[in-house]
């Protein structure tokens, strides 16, 4: 078990609902985002749950990144609007949305020469001003970060020079720096052996349960997100196919409606959450390949 990993088990504690004048972290309302023109996704209305694991699911090109980068504000939208806090998130000022909200984007680029330290130090930057430059409170913050992900005994490494599980925990502290009560992660366990994706889904649900941190997440890999996750939104045809408070509500025939692909459903030895496997090859799929 790597440094910060945590068995994979669940708290299954029921939760209360959210008050009816409850605020949503996040909300989408109305969405229409694409691309050149063209729309990806239209019709999206949901709600992200404070203190939840997010997960947006689907088959490639259904929209699960453009969406991310959409409630980020990376991409405008070409309908609707996306609430933080309530408030439309492009009328907010840049500053003001960078202290609630953090991203960690797919294959980020490292500066050359950069150590964890200063990467980790990056996410203070919202913090920053002309008349508050770095201090003690800055301080104690990239600390709290680098030992919450393991990488504290990393601090004087150079990034280029660790592993790709080692790297990614430290862009994640780096998000975690920033001390926003959301944070947006796409496909962050791309590229990483089995081992190194656990570790990291174990950590994000850790960041949630202890840690009070809201999270939404692109995966690609079903089965570990149902172990990790706890609400699932599934996305197919251009809009919001399905909508999962739990892990258990996940059944096969919304994975084969969603994938389009007959699975069957099965439980996981320890957690005795639901995992699915594929019955019959796709019938797209090369037949040398089946």
């Known amino acids: 078990m790597l440094s910060g990993q ?18 949503p972290p996040l909300a989408v309302e109305g969405l229409a985002v694409g691309h050149d023109g063209r729309r990806v996704l239209e019709r999206a209305d949901f709600q992200i749950e404070a203190g939840r694991f997010t997960v947006l699911l689907g088959p490639n090109g259904s929209g699960k990144s453009t969406l991310l980068a959409a409630m980020a504000r990376l991409l ?32 980020p680029l490292v500066p050359e020469g950069l150590s964890v330290f200063d990467l980790v130090s990056r996410g203070r930057f919202p913090h ?33 020079s660790l592993s790709g599980g080692q790297r990614q925990r430290v862009w994640i502290a780096m ?30 649900a850790t960041l949630v349960r202890d840690h009070g941190r809201t999270i939404v997440c692109v995966l690609h890999d079903l089965n570990l997100a149902l172990q990790h996750a706890d ?18 509500a996940c059944t096969a025939a919304i994975v084969g409606d969603v994938f389009d692909m007959p699975v069957a459903g099965l439980s996981h030895p320890e957690t005795g ?18």
């Open 76 to 107: 405008p939208p070409m309908a609707g609007s996306v609430l933080l806090d309530g408030a439309d998130i492009a009328r907010l000022p840049t500053r003001a949305v960078s202290r609630k909200l953090g991203l960690l984007p797919q294959q």
């Open 273 to 290: 959450l639901p995992v699915f496997v594929p019955i019959s090859a796709p019938t797209s799929m090369p037949v040398a390949c089946r």
């Open 175 to 204: 998000v975690l720096a920033q001390e926003t009560p959301v944070i947006l992660l796409d496909e962050p366990t791309t590229f990483l052996d089995m081992r190194h994706q656990i570790d990291i889904l174990a950590m994000l």
């Open 6 to 23: 945590v068995p994979m088990t669940r708290d299954d504690t029921p939760r209360s609902p959210l008050s009816p004048f409850a605020v």
């Open 128 to 160: 920053q001003g002309l008349f508050r430059q770095w201090s003690a409170a800055d301080e104690a913050a990239v600390g709290r970060a680098m030992a919450v992900t393991g990488v504290a005994d990393l601090a004087a490494r150079g990034v280029d």
């Open 231 to 248: 609400r699932f939104l599934f996305l197919k045809g251009g809009g919001i196919r399905h909508r999962l408070d739990h892990p258990a």
